[in-house]
Structures are given as structure tokens and as C-alpha cells.
């Protein structure tokens, strides 16, 4: 079982000039304490009790079996997708909506990205319209070698209508879960839906190793084939022997020292910011037009909280009120540019209905980090209400 304990916080937010940040790192004492005592005991490299220790624990806090920790969620989606047996020419099936490393593994496999738009009520994958994509590649005879489900900011996908739809197809589900470690959906964590899940500890998540990932899966051969790629596919002789190309994916022991002392405090965390996007709701509660995105997910981590503007109704739009807090030093941004209008991806297949376009137009993604301070949160609440009432 995951070790809990309670969350003695961290140093004040990281700032850039007094500006507050959308989701900066959250660190403090415990995770100095960690980083040096795993400093002294020599283990540095990739490989050591913290590393192990870490794997185990985010494994047992998803519901998962086996772990693997790696240098980034990019990383745990590439070797998801190789060790499921990718091939050129193969389609991977991503959101429109999402981090373009969603799409990335998918190029770096040899396989082509088909993009699937999302749920205008969620920003997640729409299971209407994935159901048609897999249809219609059945039908034009291509192979499908994953979907990738993405967990938009901190809110869970609906797996359960699209698990059944790719068990029907014969369709393995690799879950991104890299924005949403701590979330729940009917009962289950993130993390543990799919043959496989990813998770990202980028310097900006709910918890950092300052840059990192993991893969987690009940299948123990999946997460052996992964392991063995990640450190470079090297043999267990006692010469360097490679018959198969591998890469150097693992995470070093300090930063997975840094890592468990951030999933200790992760509960605390999360409900730091899960006040953040209450104090939102209770600002916008009066406003017309504005909703948040996800708004219904009362299991969502809130890595993220966002808000969706319908100009028409509300008078204004995202872009305005985003500009008005720039000037006041609050950082402020879009929701993700979607995929299929990204210049990467010109002339990429795509299933659309127009939600990811209207979400990226009118979706502004406001401060959310767990280290924000009371005072910095006053000042946004502040600035926010000042916007409303020129309105």
C-alpha cells in the first residue's frame, strides 16, 4: 500500500518578478531531506533503493501491478507503444486536444497519429466520435496498434465506454495519465485503466522529479519488455551485448528520491488545489457564459482549472480577461492548440466535430499550483473580480 503521510508543505511558490505562475514546482523540506540523503548514500545514477522504492509506491497508489520509472511521460508512452509492437505504417489513434507528446510517441513508433476530437463539456476524447474512427479504419484496412486516451488536466477520460469500444476492435488502450495522478473516475485511479498507463513528473504536475515519468501495468512481460528497451536493451551477460535497439529512458535514484517525497505530500497537495478551482467556481458562479471545463469531475485532481467563455453570452471573451491579468502579473493560458491544426501535423487525418477549436478559441487556463499562496490567490480572486465588475 502507498505510505501517506500528512503534507508539511513547501517553500514559498517560484515566482518570475512577483508574477504568479500557472502551476509551478512545489518543493520544501521533505523533499531537501530525501534528495540529500540519496545524494550521500552514492546511489546517483539510474539505479538504487529510491528508484525501486518509488516504482513500488506509485504502483501500489494507482492500483497497478508493476512500475517502471522513466526521464519523461514522453518516454513511457514511445516504449508503451514499441513494446505493444508498433509498426511503420501503423495508425495510433490520439485526442485532437492534447500536449503534442501525446501525438510525438506515436511519430517516434513509426506509426501515423489519426486525431479524434473531444467532449465540449470535458475537453476529453469523445467516444461517439471513436467509435466512427476505428470503423473507418477497419474498413480502409488500416491496422490500429493503440488508442492513447488522454486525461485532459487532471480529469479522467470516460473509459468506461471507450475500453469496450477497443476490446470490440481488438484495440489495445495505452492511458495518458500525465496530467492526472490523484484523480479518480467511477471508483478507479488514474493510472490504471488500459493494458497500460503513462505519468508525467514534469516540473509543472501535481508531483515533479523535475523531469520524469512512469509507465504502470498489471502485465509483468509488457513492463519487463519496457524496462529492458529503456536501458538501452542491454543484455544480462556480463559484456555489452544489444540485439535489439534500445534507448535511455530510466530515471536516476535522486530524482526518484525527489519523487517519493512528493507523493507523501501528494494528498495535501491535491486538495490545495482542488480549493483553488472551488474559489473559480465561486467566482464565476454568477457570470453568464462562463463555465468551468470539466466542471461536473468532482473526481479530478485539478492539476489545471480552466474556464470556457461564450462570448456571446458573456460580453466578453477568454483573450480579454487573460490580457487584463497579464498586466497584473498573473500568468494566464489557452487550453492546448489542438493537434490537427498544429503545423507539425498539416494534413493529418482527423475525425472532428468543431469542440477542440471552440475549446482551444474560447478555454483560458487560470493558476492552479498547490505551493500558490494565500496571498497570491487573494490577488488573482482580486484581479478576476475587479474584470467582472467593468464588465
Known amino acids: 500500500m502507498a505510505v501517506r503521510e500528512q503534507d508539511t508543505g513547501g517553500w514559498p511558490a517560484a515566482t518570475d518578478g512577483g508574477r504568479v505562475l500557472l502551476s509551478p514546482p512545489d518543493i520544501g523540506p521533505l523533499e531537501e531531506s ?19 522504492a518509488f516504482e513500488r509506491e506509485v504502483a501500489a497508489r494507482v492500483g497497478r501491478e508493476h512500475a517502471v520509472a522513466l526521464a519523461s511521460g514522453t518516454a513511457g508512452l514511445h516504449l508503451a507503444l514499441v513494446a ?6 501503423d495508425v495510433v489513434v490520439v485526442p485532437t ?8 510517441a506515436a511519430v517516434y513508433a513509426g506509426a501515423e497519429p489519426v486525431f479524434v476530437d473531444c467532449t465540449p463539456e470535458t475537453g476529453n476524447l469523445d467516444p461517439d466520435l471513436l467509435d466512427r474512427t476505428l470503423d473507418e479504419l477497419r474498413r480502409a484496412g488500416r491496422r490500429v496498434a493503440a488508442v492513447l486516451p488522454v486525461d485532459m488536466f487532471g480529469s479522467c477520460a470516460d473509459y468506461a465506454r471507450i475500453l469496450p469500444l477497443c476490446a470490440a476492435a481488438g484495440v489495445p488502450v495505452v492511458e495518458d495519465a500525465a496530467e ?9 485511479a488514474a493510472g490504471s485503466f488500459g493494458r497500460a498507463a503513462v505519468l508525467s513528473f514534469n516540473g509543472n504536475k501535481i508531483i515533479t522529479t523535475s523531469g520524469g515519468g512512469m509507465l504502470v501495468s498489471d502485465d509483468a512481460d509488457l513492463v519487463a519488455r519496457c524496462r529492458y528497451l529503456a536501458t538501452q536493451a542491454r543484455q544480462p551477460v556480463v559484456h555489452y551485448e544489444h540485439t535489439d535497439t534500445g534507448y535511455n529512458y530510466r530515471l536516476s535514484n535522486l530524482l526518484a528520491a525527489l519523487g517519493r517525497a512528493q507523493l507523501r505530500r501528494l494528498d495535501g497537495m491535491l486538495a490545495r488545489r482542488r480549493a483553488h478551482r472551488e474559489r473559480y467556481a465561486k467566482l464565476f458562479a454568477a457570470t453568464p457564459g462562463v463555465r468551468l471545463l470539466a466542471d461536473h469531475d468532482s473526481g479530478a485532481n485539478c492539476w489545471l482549472t480552466s474556464i470556457v467563455v461564450d462570448p456571446e453570452h458573456a ?9 487584463h491579468l497579464a498586466v497584473r502579473n498573473i500568468e494566464t493560458r489557452p487550453v ?4 490537427h491544426l498544429q503545423p507539425v501535423f498539416s494534413g493529418a487525418h482527423a475525425v472532428l466535430s468543431g469542440a477542440a477549436e471552440r475549446l482551444f478559441a474560447d478555454g483560458l487556463t487560470l493558476p492552479s499550483g498547490s505551493g500558490m499562496t494565500e496571498h497570491q490567490a487573494d490577488r488573482v480572486a482580486a484581479a478576476i473580480a ?6
Not at 315 to 323: F, P, S, T
Not at 336 to 339: F, G, I, L, S, Y
Open 84 to 89: 505493444l509492437g508498433t509498426l511503420p505504417g
Open 180 to 188: 492526472a495522478l490523484g484523480a479518480v473516475r467511477n471508483g478507479r
Open 97 to 104: 486536444l492534447t500536449f503534442v507528446a501525446t501525438a510525438n
Open 386 to 391: 475587479d474584470f467582472l465588475d467593468r464588465r
Open 34 to 52: 530525501y534528495l540529500l540523503n540519496a545524494l550521500r548514500s552514492g546511489w546517483v545514477a539510474p539505479v538504487g533503493p529510491d528508484l525501486d
Open 315 to 323: 460580453g466578453w471573451r477568454a483573450a480579454d480577461l487573460a490580457r
Open 336 to 339: 492546448w492548440k489542438p493537434m
